[in-house]
């Protein structure tokens, strides 16, 4: 199975980016490009929500709260899955994991790429804070 790192994480103030990277290893039976993968938040007290996923053809989904202010990319040669987010606002403040589930998985995943049972393998998180 494979292991998923998040990097990039930290303070901004409003208005202002970052961005958000997650670092795929440990392939067995299949290759990155060969995963659907999504970034997920979760800020305290609330539930983790999607925010924003890829699938094997680059096929991309946004929630309605990110959407026109954030950015999924996936570069298969490196097995990164990043995260640019722009305009960024106190709301976004949460902590951000990476999410993948297999070619097996895809056909369904892309379904409802957003919902968070889709996918098995996550990553361990990292923090965001915006705030002036």
């Known amino acids: 199975q494979i292991q998923l790192v998040e990097s990039g994480g930290g303070s901004v103030q409003p208005g202002g980016s970052l961005t958000l990277s997650c670092t795929a290893s440990?392939?067995?039976?299949?290759?990155?490009?060969?995963?659907?993968m999504a970034w997920f938040r979760q800020a305290p007290g609330k539930e983790r929500e999607g925010v924003a996923s890829?699938?094997?053809?680059?096929?991309?989904a946004y929630s309605d709260s990110v959407k026109g202010r954030f950015t999924v990319s996936k570069d298969n040669t490196k097995a990164t899955l990043d995260l640019q987010m722009n305009s960024l606002e106190p709301e976004d403040s949460a902590m951000y994991y990476c999410?993948?589930?297999?070619?097996?998985?895809?056909?369904?995943?892309?379904?409802?790429?957003?919902?968070?049972?889709?996918?098995?393998?996550w990553g361990p998180g990292t923090q965001v804070t915006v705030s002036s």
């Open positions: 999410a993948a589930a297999s070619i097996l998985r895809c056909a369904q995943v892309q379904f409802s790429p957003l919902e968070e049972t889709q996918y098995p393998t």
């Open positions: 440990g392939f067995n039976l299949y290759s990155y490009s060969e995963y659907c």
């Open positions: 890829i699938d094997v053809l680059g096929t991309t």
